[in-house]
């Protein structure tokens, strides 16, 4: 392993690693717009040259490698003056229409230039007309005036989505960034570019005009997508809920994960964020003549208990179902398994919906379960066979059913009429809720913190974004709530407790990127 | 002393592009002493010896060039004929593709015995029509006659010979951005390293060789390298081909040895000055060549010579201008054709060309301040050696003497908005 020096610091590097990677091993950040570390080297925008001892002229950091004794300068005069003269090419033909650019706040040509730009412009001419504002896909919008041409993005889609939607046409600085001719930018990783895109010349259509950058804030998430678990940030804007009709997310962007998602995420999953702020079941509710009406959480806590424990005197554990879901975290399963389980012996728990359809899905990231914790359902001991739960219940021979989160579809609908009593709790409102006789508002994920165990048997945290959607709560209170009403001994604070119960740890001792089962 | 013709001894005589004909005159020969009487390596040898230069502009040893070549990758050896001849002023190749073809290929089948190559292609500019076709049907006519296909000569030695034209873009001839529009891809120069002679064309090594100093092989072979050397200067081996265009009175192409004075060239060959009007400024080799003031002109045409007087020799295209040329104008012009052929790909090149072009639009039209000849400088020195490929740099080079040598013509311009060389007329 070569040692190294940069900017006077040594460090040893692997043999064959790049001078911008050794550099980022140093803390010293080389200012850059083609280099991806998830995209092969372009070298193209020169804006990483930096000074290496014995060599002619300055050097790109992303494409030299590193050499035993290597004397490397990232922020000499001589390396500040190519970078600004970079800097000024860049700008020659750029429209500067940040107050009008979704990417100004986050915008990499803004940020370098406020470093280490050259303020008064020396440039007299006319800009080159370029398009501007032309959709060319279903989530991508692309400004070419703004494009630098990195061609980040015509890589991803060479590289990484392997569509070859984006090309750079005609030659000089009439070069372009466009869509091949009858091409679309639909692969199903399209908004991933979006990420890449250093300037704003590729921006999101969803996310167009609807809040600028430095209102939002963000926290670190796990997409429930799917049962992969990609990384995620959810960006939120809670400081002006007049905003967007109060939607309080704005958007999710892919987390570095190199065991999960690397830097990428699915469209799907990107733009799968809506029911945090839509649909939500606001209230408790319970079913009056007929009709289900707004409760108080008192009142629903007391009348739920009392119906639990009522049927477990009359007809023991198996007069009570339970039909957990893959869908709620470990911390929450945990404590469903302990409350209903351990405590008050109930042996039919559930989890799955025995009508899901397989989703959308490849080689890549997109898995066919939609679920993010079908795999810690399943470590936990929940059993597969929620059928014969339904069926048991509209026989009669289950009394009381509490069903979590599910939208069960049709088939379910005749079963659940039968039945005596039923409980649901969930975020949203779907038709299996409609037809229960209580339903208790609970949180997304993003209003609570816990993990998911993805399908590989990745144990990953997420934290809770913000405050739970008006008066609903997340799992483990709710069940807290339950235990303490039926008198159960019950030690749980919150999810850290449950947490630290079932695996032993605490969510500081879990890893970064994850910790395998 | 009557000065030996080397590669041109056929221009102008159409029979020389039949096979026959060339065989009868001795061509041939010189590939057929390599495949009978030498080793590889003693022809790699013989060339290294020659002082043989790359003569498409970078004027790199050639022998040197093929023992980059690594031998031992399990992969196919290709050889690139760079015949994409674009340079500004540059038209001498292409008398050899029109009236030697058979030249050419022998030079191939000696390079390509040399370095174990049995798959050659020829990139032949776009507008090169003509000749691309003369080139085809001496290919043609080569395999027809077993002088190129699976038994070369009729020894043991196979090679495939393809004609691939281009579409016409100057940067194309750039050899890595050569490579990639052989690929099928869009001509981008490549990042180095590695350099061609080990990763090249489909990611194997490959020779890239312009077609006049493959042209000098046959002859090579045939007299030996001590004889080509000693026809040459120091360190430049043999004669080259001279394009010489402008303000002359015969403009043409004229084969002469290196380290021939310039105005030998201009004034023997050339005819001197049209309308006998006073010289002006030369640029030596090609538009991206720094521009000679008529003080200058007292130089050898060599490598190393014009290196010294900070310019190049470059693809050996001589332009000369008189009096009347405006010097404004001129470089306008060169920087038209730089911004329109800058491939686009790194941002000083992209940007600076353009940049560049449009402000001397500017002072000719007459809308420019004093300041933009300080930004033009500048804009130089951003523009060299921060790029991928050496556009940028020969642009600056280019543009930047024309600027610091004639900076009073351009005052001019600013300060009256018209040209003070028109003025004078």
Redesign the interface.
Known sequence: MPIITIDQQEVQVEAGSTVIQAAEKVGAYVPRYCYHPGLS?A?????C?VEIENM???A?AC?TQVQEGMQVLTQSDQVTH?RR??L???L??HPLDCPVCDQAGECDLQNFYMEIGQYDS?????K?KAKKATVIGPHVILDQERC??CTRCTRFCEEVSQTDEL??F??????AIDLYPGRTLDNPYSGNVIDICPVGALTEREFRFQCRVWYLRQQNSICTGCSRGCNVSIHYNDSRPYKAGGKRVQRLKPRFNPEVNSWWICDEGRFGYEFIDQNRIEVPYRRVGGKLEAAAWSDVVEEVSTALKTALEKFGPQGIGIIASPQLSNEELHLIHKLFGELMGIEGIGYHNPWEPEGLHDDFLMRADKNPNRRGAEEMGFTKDSLSLLEKAASGEIKVLYIFQHNFQEEAKKLLTQVEYVIFQGSNWTDTADCCDIVIPSTTHAEEEGTFTNFEGRIQHFDQVFLPLSESKNGIEIMTLLAEHMNYEWPYFGPDDAFLEWQGKSYQELNDFGDLI | MPIEKLVSEHFSNPEARKLAWYRSHGGYEGAGKALDEMTPQEVTDEVLHSNLRGLGGAGFPTGRKWAFVPRDTGKPIYLAVNADESEPGTFKDRYILEWDPHRLLEGIIICAYAVGIHTAYIYVRGEYVRPAEILQAAIDEAYREGVLGKRVLGQDFSLDVYLHRGAGAYICGEETGLLESLEGKKGWPRLKPPFPAVVGLFESPTVINNVETLAHLPKIMVNGSQWFAEIGCERNGGTRLFALSGSVKKPGVYELPLGSSLHELIYQHGGGILDDKALKAVIPGGASAAVLTQQETEIQLDFDSCIKAKSMLGSGAVIVMNEDVCMVKAAHNIMRFFAHESCGQCTPCREGTAWVYRILTRILEGNATPADIHYLLEIADNMSGTSICALSDGAAMSFRSYVKKFTSEFEYHIRHGKCDVNERL
């Open positions: 080297i070298g193209s925008c020169r804006m040259l002619p002229k300055l790109i494409h190519a003269a970079m000024e090419f860049l020659v033909d020396r440039f007299l001419e006319d080159n630098i041409l090309g750079v005609n030659r000089g600085n009439r070069s």
